[in-house]
T-cell receptor, first 114, second 115 residues
């Protein structure tokens, strides 16, 4: 399957700052990438679908002005958490769709907002 | 509204025995089901999938069974190995038409395989 990387793997920031997370598809060109969030002991929740060359599609309840997504190329999507607050602390994971309906996930980014 | 449910938060099995992980869903529009394995602080790893038009798919030690009438699927791992210890997520694919689809995940089951 596709190899997906994320950077950074973990980040700690102060409340009010912005944090950028990168998701790269290393061996597969992806016109679509997905961003998920997982709170402790909970399921993965889809936040948004990143589309190369057009605007991201956000799930209900996800603030598009807070979670900025840019699909810069066929191998790179970025998620910027703007004005982060402690409640944004979570595990953020991106994925790339496979040939069928599977998705291949990156290793995730642990965000801690102090 | 949890469309994909894994009612067992945890399961403990002896090495060499069969592990059976269960998943129930409510939306009859799901057309594909997948199982993922996840270790703490890592992304999920794809294990096996099944189309809604089939009732069984097998890959090595992993077999997924689908019962559409009951809206139930299960993952069988046999024989279970200590390295199988992880959280297992069931996911269902919802196709909105064209190239638009998304995965809905269950809450996960923590499998512990005892040596």
């Amino acid at each position: 399957g596709a190899v997906v990387s994320q950077h950074p793997s973990r980040v700690i920031c102060k409340s009010g700052t912005s944090v950028k997370i990168e998701c790269r598809s290393l061996d597969f060109q992806a016109t679509t990438m997905f961003w998920y969030r997982q709170f402790p002991k909970q399921s993965l929740m889809l936040m948004a679908t990143s589309n190369e060359g057009s605007k991201a599609t956000y799930e209900q309840g996800v603030e598009k002005d807070k979670f900025l997504i840019n699909h810069a190329s066929l191998t790179l999507s970025t998620l910027t958490v703007t004005s982060a607050h402690p409640e944004d602390s979570s595990f953020y994971i991106c994925s790339v769709p496979g040939w069928y309906n599977e998705q291949f996930f990156g290793p995730g980014t642990r965000l801690t907002v102090l | 509204d949890q469309q994909v449910k894994q009612n067992s938060p945890s399961l403990s099995v002896q090495e060499g025995r069969i592990s059976i992980l269960n998943c129930d869903y409510t939306n009859s529009m799901f057309d594909y089901f997948l199982w993922y394995k996840k270790y703490p602080a890592e992304g999920p790893t794809f294990l096996i999938s099944i189309s809604s038009i089939k009732d069984k798919n097998e890959d090595g030690r992993f077999t997924v069974f689908l019962n559409k009438s009951a809206k139930h699927l299960s993952l069988h791992i046999v024989p279970s190995q200590p390295g199988d210890s992880a959280v297992y997520f069931c996911a269902a694919n919802l196709n909105y038409g064209g190239a638009t689809n998304k995965l809905i995940f269950g809450t996960g089951t923590l499998l512990a395989v005892q040596p």
